[in-house]
């Protein structure tokens, strides 16, 4: 059908194939009724005008290539999966929905315009070349992305000026594609309501993202395996998790709210703005680095900081009687940890209440200072912990047809020690009940 106006619905048995070569308008009254195996093109260069579908489309895929235009009007619901390719462009000007995979590759690109709304059910691929943009006001809530994950030239981009959700995992690689979100109001979200842990489990690879605002909810948890500054201001929400690998530094507030949990690298900062901690967070700091080769706190921030929650030390450096900890460094602060736990060497040596400026707790003190906080060890030698664990990193891998899917984790490079929130770390967090307790607390 050439340049036409659909008046009627179109039914696709077996593995039929609908093409449509001209600029073509499906109406909310003409949908396709394809079966599993059938399928839809779109297939007119850009020159034919743009195809609009504020339809029911059903079919095994809808594919747009050859440089067509195809625009999702409000209504338009995509039964099936979305491929786009050889320089098409598919743009979202309402509210519309795909249920099955979206792929972007070939140098296509997927446009959520001002005011749209689009809602992928299932996987969201972007392959080298390719392009997902989300204007000012739009948004886009997708199951999962994966960026550059296909062979092709260049970098791909995912371009955000409104605000992208993903439910599930979103691998952050500045080497395979480039995520800019830097207007004041654009957002970047980790929502962790994925359907099963791991699958809400993200990566962050060493890089530079202008990302104005980044949060993670649900039971997201992000893990930097390198070092990465974020332009932006950091939120973790509800029981989110951001463990640093290596060296964090983000332009704006760090803020971490609900349940979340932060955890610092072994021997680099998380580095921010301001800092506030609500009162059910936990802060962990992974003290891997003998005390007199650290030359940075496990948090450093430019401005105040807010203390509340759990402070908790993993330990597994080399101790020695009168070894200081530089925990946090500030400008300024108010409130204070309620609460502090200890662990050496994966068992859990003691737990404190605070709310003070210095407390004891067995063989720790901790003194939280107007512009930092320490933990001084006064017990006898202790010798570091093996330096072999399991990854909590986790990757993507491409099969053949395109489809990305979650791998098993790769070895990583730290300490031993669990992750925060894990069982293993929140079982030797309740064993504490039959560790030493020592607590007392002087002004």
Same mark, same amino acid.
């Given at each position: 059908s050439t340049g036409a106006s659909g008046a009627a619905a179109f039914t696709l048995a077996g593995d039929a194939t609908l093409t449509f070569d001209g600029a073509f308008a499906l109406a909310a009254e003409c949908g396709v009724a394809g079966s599993a195996e059938a399928e839809v093109e779109f297939a007119a260069a850009a020159e034919a005008?743009?195809?609009?579908?504020?339809?029911?489309?059903?079919?095994?895929?809808?594919?747009?290539?050859?440089? $067509?235009? !195809?625009?999702? =009007? +409000?209504?338009?619901? /995509?039964? &099936?999966?979305?491929?786009? #390719? %050889? *320089? @098409?462009?598919?743009?979202?000007?309402?509210?519309?929905?795909?249920?099955?995979?979206?792929?972007?590759?070939?140098?296509?690109?997927?446009?959520?315009?001002?005011?749209?709304?689009?809602?992928?059910?299932?996987?969201?691929?972007?392959?080298?070349?390719?392009?997902?943009?989300?204007?000012?006001?739009?948004?886009?809530?997708?199951?999962?992305?994966?960026?550059?994950?296909?062979?092709?030239?260049?970098? $791909?981009? !995912?371009?955000? =000026? +409104?605000?992208?959700? /993903?439910? &599930?995992?979103?691998?952050? #690689? %500045? *080497? @395979?594609?480039?995520?800019?979100?830097?207007?004041?109001?654009?957002?970047?979200?980790?929502?962790?309501?994925?359907?099963?842990?791991?699958?809400?489990h993200s990566s962050v690879a060493a890089g530079t993202y202008a990302i104005a605002n980044v949060a993670a909810r649900g039971h997201a948890k992000l893990v930097t395996?390198?070092?990465?500054?974020?332009?932006?201001?950091?939120?973790?929400?509800?029981?989110?998790?951001?463990? $640093?690998?290596?060296?964090?530094?983000?332009?704006?507030?760090?803020?971490?709210?609900g349940k979340a949990q932060l955890r610092a690298a072994s021997d680099k900062a998380i580095r921010c703005a301001s800092a506030s901690f609500d009162a059910t967070t936990r802060f962990t700091a992974n003290l891997a680095t003998a005390a007199e080769a650290r030359t940075e706190a496990s948090l450093e921030a430019q401005g105040a900081v807010a203390l509340a929650g759990e402070l908790n030390i993993d330990v597994t450096a080399a101790l020695k009687t009168g070894d200081k900890f530089v925990l946090a460094k500030y400008a300024s602060k108010t409130g204070a940890f309620a609460s502090y736990a200890v662990s050496v060497n994966g068992e859990v040596k003691t737990t404190a209440s605070s709310g003070r400026r210095r407390t004891t707790a067995g063989d720790w003190e901790f003194e939280e200072g107007e512009t930092e906080t320490t933990a001084t060890y006064n017990g006898g030698d202790v010798t570091a912990a093996p330096t072999t664990v399991a990854s909590t990193i986790p990757k993507d891998t491409t099969t053949a047809d395109g489809t990305t899917t979650a791998a098993g984790d790769a070895p990583a490079d730290g300490p031993a020690a669990d992750a925060p929130g894990s069982s293993a770390s929140l079982a030797r967090l309740a064993s504490a009940a039959v560790a030493l307790v020592v607590v007392a607390a002087c002004a």
């Open positions: 005008g743009t195809s609009t579908v504020a339809a029911a489309v059903s079919a095994k895929v809808v594919r747009v290539r050859n440089g $067509a235009n !195809v625009a999702l =009007a +409000g209504g338009a619901k /995509v039964s &099936g999966e979305l491929a786009a #390719d %050889a *320089a @098409a462009q598919v743009s979202v000007s309402g509210e519309a929905s795909v249920s099955g995979a979206v792929a972007v590759t070939g140098g296509a690109a997927l446009v959520v315009k001002s005011a749209g709304k689009l809602a992928a059910a299932a996987a969201v691929s972007v392959a080298k070349g390719a392009a997902v943009h989300v204007e000012a006001d739009g948004e886009a809530t997708v199951e999962s992305l994966a960026c550059g994950t296909a062979a092709g030239e260049g970098t $791909a981009s !995912v371009q955000v =000026a +409104g605000a992208l959700t /993903v439910n &599930g995992r979103f691998n952050l #690689d %500045a *080497a @395979a594609c480039t995520v800019a979100a830097a207007d004041a109001a654009a957002s970047v979200v980790f929502a962790g309501s994925a359907e099963g842990e791991a699958a809400a395996s390198g070092d990465v500054v974020l332009n932006g201001a950091v939120t973790l929400e509800a029981d989110a998790q951001l463990e $640093a690998r290596a060296a964090l530094e983000t332009s704006g507030a760090l803020a971490v709210k």
